[in-house]
């Protein structure tokens, strides 16, 4: 698989996610966040919580599960960028929530973990 193919793949994994969270009550507030070195997925807002979401998407195991994709240096650096994001966007709020999409694609249908409060 090569860059733009696998970028493609994030793409329709990123808009299942969105699709996905947006029927479970969530309000998507901005996709593709970019901050030094950093990406955050999805930011959403669900009640009184704001959400920082990664999602990962995998069309098959040959680089293992999407699960396997995210390591807790990556989850540092959204931590940092969503610090950012905050002070950008003067926005306080008394929950912040962390969380992984990992979407698998199967032929026509997504398999889909929620990993929620990492």
């Known amino acids: 698989m090569n860059t733009f193919e696998s ?10 996610a969105k699709e996905y969270l947006i029927k479970l009550g969530y309000h998507v ?20 919580t704001l ?3 990664e999602v990962k998407t995998r069309s098959s195991q040959n680089f293992g599960t999407p699960e396997e994709g ?13 610090q950012k994001f905050l002070s ?3 926005m306080a709020f008394m929950n ?4 992984l999409l990992a979407i698998e694609l199967e032929q026509q249908k997504a ?4 990993y929620q409060n990492l």
């Open 88 to 90: 950008e966007n003067k």
């Open 96 to 99: 912040l929530q962390f969380d």
């Open 29 to 48: 507030l901005t996709q593709n966040y970019h901050q030094r070195g950093a990406e955050i997925d999805l930011i959403c807002k669900k009640s009184h």
């Open 111 to 114: 398999k889909i973990k929620f």
């Open 70 to 82: 995210f390591h807790r240096q990556q989850l540092y650096r959204i931590k940092k960028a969503a």
């Open 7 to 16: 970028k493609e793949i994030g793409k329709i994994g990123e808009n299942i």
């Open 51 to 53: 959400h920082f979401i």
